[in-house]
């Protein structure tokens, strides 16, 4: 990772026209150097796109907020294995009578209580395995999330790699068209052109103008959203290093399709949801079944009279027994959430059904898109063959003096243009392999 910074011209300029007029120079010099340290300089940071990646999965935040999910999960696994430690309790009391009595009294009393669950009908195991799957849940959509938020780095990685190439095209083209309307001024002084000629030229270079600002207002969108993905500042200016390639592999449908059904996490996750669908089923049943546990209870009171002579009496004992507890009726409680518990379960294996169907549809369209991005990179590479020859043609003919510098620069700025429709191309080749990837579940590059 390489870093440098940019400096502001615009302050420069200001201090360059002051300078003279001002008699306190060195005390704005000091300031300018201040401010310059603040805000003047423009962060610079050069990355490839695995560097782009790792950053982004260390501190974008719809992934530092599932990363908080799966965390929660685990802390819930911990509070449903409360239920297998017994339970102690300590309570303690002071009461105080006056005027009551004849005689002001004053009561202590404390308790401690120990009780240990026997039998609950399985809702603590099953409480146990719920959760454990409600973590593998959520795993899995923190696995979903990352998978998404890598697509969408690529493509906003390679976008403003693609919108810096072309803004540098459109700077070429607009210097192209400057020089025709220079050319065709010079040809009009001598009278071989006319105001028309000029006329047109200068609503080309009009319209020239404001693509090269379109593309420079698209390089800014593009760079503010990589900044956004990979929580970066919004003044830092990314440049990318990795250069878009094609590199051709053999893709089939039928092996794609198998292994998103192997490493999909929505696959594991709605795999995981059923586990915990049936746990939570007899969760819901062990509310009719009876619930067995053993106390220890040890009581102390003391009273105490305010006389001469303070008199107090005490009485502590301890209590042991076992308790059967069995809800005989509640109503129908128990069977309308068992029922509804049912009814989650039936919902979740629609659910896999149906992303089943979405994925092999997923799949399928990723598949037609990246055998089309290959199609379209076979047409521009004949393409920029063919400019290519006509470059090194005109080359050889201005060699000789047979055709003009302009005539040669048109020449280079059409090779130049059938280059950069190579690199749209190649840029939607990636994307479409990035794209089929993530319908897979998973990224060779990365």
Do not use: C
């Amino acid at each position: 990772m390489k870093k440098k910074n940019a400096k502001n011209g615009t302050v420069s300029i200001f201090l360059k026209s002051n300078w003279r007029k001002n008699r306190n120079g060195p005390i704005f010099l000091l300031l300018f150097f201040s401010l310059m340290t603040i805000t003047g300089y423009a962060e610079e940071i050069t990355l490839t796109f695995n560097e782009a990646v790792a950053i982004g999965l260390r501190d974008n935040r719809d992934i530092l907020l599932k990363t908080q999910d799966v965390e929660k999960a685990k802390l819930k696994i911990a509070e449903a294995q409360a239920g297998i430690f017994p339970a102690l309790t300590y309570t303690g009391s002071w009461f105080y009578t006056a005027g009551l009595y004849t005689k002001d009294i004053s009561q202590n009393s404390s308790q401690i209580s120990l009780k240990q669950y026997l039998y609950r009908g399985g809702r603590v195991v099953n409480s146990i395995k719920y959760n454990d799957y409600k973590l593998e849940v959520a795993q899995s959509l923190l696995d979903k999330t990352k998978l998404e938020m890598i697509f969408d780095f690529s493509r906003a990685y390679y976008t403003l790699s693609l919108s810096n190439f072309f803004a540098g095209l459109n700077k070429a083209i607009l210097d192209n068209s400057r020089q025709h309307l220079d050319y065709i001024n010079a040809l009009y002084k001598n009278g071989q052109a006319s105001e028309t000629d000029i006329l047109q030229a200068q609503a080309s270079l009009s319209l020239v103008e404001q693509a090269y600002e379109a593309s420079k207002a698209q390089q800014e969108a593009a760079r503010a959203l990589l900044n956004n993905l990979l929580s970066l500042d919004k003044d830092v200016l990314v440049v990318p290093s990795t250069e878009i390639k094609f590199t051709p592999k053999d893709i089939a449908f039928d092996q794609g399709f198998l292994k998103a059904m192997q490493t999909r996490p929505e696959i594991r996750q709605f795999e995981a949801q059923l586990k915990a669908d049936k746990s939570a089923i007899q969760v819901q049943r062990a509310g009719n079944r009876p619930d067995i546990y053993a106390s220890w209870d040890y009581y102390a009171r003391s009273r105490s009279v305010s006389t001469a002579v303070n008199t107090r009496s005490w009485n502590d004992y301890k209590v042991i027994g076992v308790t059967f507890s069995w809800p005989v009726f509640d109503g129908w409680k128990t069977k309308s959430l068992v029922e509804q518990a049912i009814v989650d379960l039936k919902q979740t294996q629609l659910g896999k059904t149906k992303l089943i169907q979405d994925i092999a549809l997923e799949v399928k369209n990723a598949y037609l898109s990246l055998k089309n991005s290959i199609d379209q990179i076979k047409a521009s590479q004949a393409d920029t063959l063919f400019y290519k020859q006509n470059l090194s043609t005109a080359e050889e003919k201005f060699a000789r003096g047979l055709i003009s510098s302009l005539d040669r620069n048109d020449a280079q700025l059409k090779y130049a243009v059938a280059g950069f429709n190579q690199q749209q191309a190649v840029y939607d080749y990636t994307i479409a392999k990035f794209n089929f990837d993530k319908s897979t579940g998973g990224f060779n590059e990365v």
